[in-house]
């Protein structure tokens, strides 16, 4: 059964900074891309960033870009969402998911082509 564990999310104020991880076997994060999306309350799930496994390139949300990197460490089965700069508007239970059709991010973010996803993370920023 696949499994992805998702931790590290909590209270921050704005400005601040929190990393994501993403805990997944091996056979996962080497065979499919990784995204991570968000949810607030009462909006639709949206996604934040992708990491391929076939080359470790990244695609990001416009609404992050520069402000949140997305990274893989091989050793520890784990990928990471740094977040930097944060923002009220990054308030959210953050979700990591494997896409198993795909090893290379495709450029978009659709939630329905991720079949296996965590248990969330909740991220709240603010003063």
């Known amino acids: 059964q696949v499994q992805l564990v998702e931790s590290g999310g909590g209270?921050?104020?704005?400005?601040?900074?929190?990393r994501l991880s993403c805990a997944a076997s091996r056979d996962i994060l080497?065979?499919?891309?990784?995204?991570?999306f968000r949810q607030a309350p009462g909006k639709?799930?949206?996604g934040v960033s992708c990491i391929s496994s076939?080359?470790?390139s990244a695609d990001y949300a416009d609404s992050v870009k520069g402000r949140f990197t997305v990274s893989r460490d091989n050793?520890?089965?784990?990928?990471y969402l740094q977040m930097n700069s944060l923002k009220p508007?990054?308030?959210?239970v953050y979700y990591c998911a494997?896409?198993?059709m795909r090893r290379r991010c495709p450029g978009w973010f659709a939630p329905h082509e991720y079949n296996y996803w965590?248990?969330?993370t909740q991220v709240a920023v603010s003063s």
Do not use: F, M
């Not at 209270?11 to 929190?18: A, H, N, T, Y």
């Not at 080497?30 to 991570?36: E, T, V």
């Not at 050793?75 to 990928?79: D, Q």
């Not at 508007?89 to 959210?92: F, R, V």
């Open 118 to 120: 965590g248990q969330g």
């Open 75 to 79: 050793a520890k089965n784990t990928v």
């Open 98 to 100: 494997a896409n198993k």
């Open 11 to 18: 209270l921050v104020q704005p400005g601040g900074s929190l």
């Open 89 to 92: 508007d990054d308030t959210a």
């Open 44 to 46: 639709e799930r949206e």
């Open 30 to 36: 080497d065979g499919y891309a990784i995204g991570w």
């Open 54 to 56: 076939s080359d470790g």
